[in-house]
């Protein structure tokens, strides 16, 4: 599988590290690393979103099923 090659390992490693990437060499053909490299970047996206975006917390809200009334309540009561 070396042998084939197109880009070599230390060529790969170097740029990764340049770009401040990570790195995993991967097979498809022999099923190698394949399921760890879509949980590294699974884990490293969920990270990246974590950080950049505090969770949205929404008010409570009813929801009625149509053609019912609601009697009694004051939507604008504090």
Do not use: W
Request: glycine share 4%; net charge neutral.
């Amino acid at each position: 599988m070396a042998s084939k090659r197109a880009v070599t390992y230390d060529e790969a490693r170097e740029l990764a590290e340049e770009l401040g990437l990570r790195y995993l060499e991967t097979s498809a053909k022999h099923a190698h690393n394949v399921e760890e490299a879509f949980t590294q970047m699974a884990k490293e996206i969920k990270d990246r979103v974590s950080v950049q975006a505090p969770p949205t917390v929404l008010p409570p809200r009813t929801i009625l099923a149509p053609g019912r009334q609601v009697s009694g309540v004051n939507c604008c009561q504090q």
